[in-house]
């Protein structure tokens, strides 16, 4: 890596730790040796327990078990209504006449 690659990541490193609304990293950019290590240590543990925090609920969502019971109640022969079926092409006057 070159030094012009190098100066350019740490520039905007700075500048994302400068404008990002995670907590602790600005503390990354501008302070000594010693309080950036502090806090790489604190952000490490932070996001590890995240994740494994994550990792439990996940799991312990994922062993329960579901059941599903489906139970239809009828009766032998079910009871149809009566269907009647009308023709579409309708009654001629000349029927009805006496």
């Given at each position: 890596?070159?030094?012009?690659?190098k100066?350019?990541?740490?520039?905007?490193?700075?500048?994302?730790?400068?404008?990002?609304?995670?907590?602790?990293?600005?503390?990354?950019?501008?302070?000594?040796?010693?309080?950036?290590?502090?806090?790489?240590?604190?952000?490490?543990?932070?996001?590890?327990?995240?994740?494994?925090?994550?990792?439990?609920?996940?799991?312990?969502y994922?062993?329960?078990?579901?059941?599903?019971?489906?139970?239809?109640?009828?009766?032998?022969?079910?009871?149809?209504?009566?269907?009647?079926?009308?023709?579409?092409?309708?009654?001629?006057?000349?029927?009805?006449?006496?």
């Amino acid at each position: 890596m070159t030094q012009m690659e190098k100066s350019r990541l740490e520039s905007e490193f700075e500048e994302f730790c400068a404008t990002t609304s995670a907590h602790g990293f600005t503390y990354l950019a501008k302070s000594s040796r010693t309080v950036r290590l502090c806090w790489v240590l604190i952000l490490f543990f932070a996001f590890s327990f995240g994740i494994f925090h994550l990792y439990i609920l996940i799991s312990e969502y994922l062993k329960y078990d579901y059941h599903e019971s489906i139970v239809i109640n009828s009766e032998e022969t079910p009871e149809f209504p009566d269907v009647t079926i009308c023709d579409n092409t309708g009654i001629a006057d000349s029927s009805f006449e006496k």
